[in-house]
């Protein structure tokens, strides 16, 4: 949301200073509003503390929270000739803020997964060959419940019922 003008072009600068020693500068209303209504400018000044405070409340880092609010700012900006018209355009910016937390939560929550399962693929030397070997790489290609099941099942030859006891789920009519 920074927007740094060469000087000539400046037609008004405007600087808030946010909590921290950071110093955010949005100028030249023109560039943000090309038809001359600085309300997206009134709004970003009235609301990005809020919005950097929330990221903080969910991150606990105030670097993420100024990423986090940017991000909502910049997404904010770009629908904001339908967001303007809005009740509360503020409710769509916080909407914007907390939908990509979680998409940023889920995506580390993956990396982890993928990184969990590589460690244990390479941390382990494999102790069977041949058909064993093609059935634990096929295994491995299945999701976390359906490898449970299928081993449960085919390898300790647990009845259905007890398949489906211990994973929580109906039996396969």
Not at 64 to 87: C, G
Not at 149 to 154: D, E, G, S, T
Request: glycine letters at 4%; proline letters at 4%.
């Amino acid at each position: 949301m920074l927007a740094v003008l060469e000087s000539a072009r400046l037609e008004r600068l405007r600087a808030w200073r946010f909590p921290g020693t950071v110093w955010w500068v949005v100028a030249c209303e023109s560039v943000m509003a090309p038809d001359g209504n600085d309300e997206f400018l009134t709004f970003f000044a009235s609301e990005f503390r809020a919005l950097r405070r929330l990221g903080f409340l969910l991150t606990g880092d105030w670097g993420e929270a100024e990423e986090l609010a940017q991000e909502a700012m910049v997404r904010t900006f770009a629908a904001w000739e339908q967001v303007r018209h809005y009740q509360q355009p503020a409710a769509f910016a916080r909407k914007v803020l907390l939908n990509r937390h979680r998409s940023l939560l889920r995506r580390a929550v993956v990396e982890a997964r993928h990184a969990l399962r590589a460690e244990r693929n390479e941390a382990q030397p494999l102790p069977f060959s041949g058909e064993e070997l093609v059935l634990w790489q096929a295994l491995r290609q299945l999701p976390t419940r359906q490898c449970h099941a299928i081993v449960l099942r085919f390898c300790l030859d647990l009845p259905e019922a007890e398949v489906a006891a211990s994973s929580a789920c109906r039996r396969a009519r």
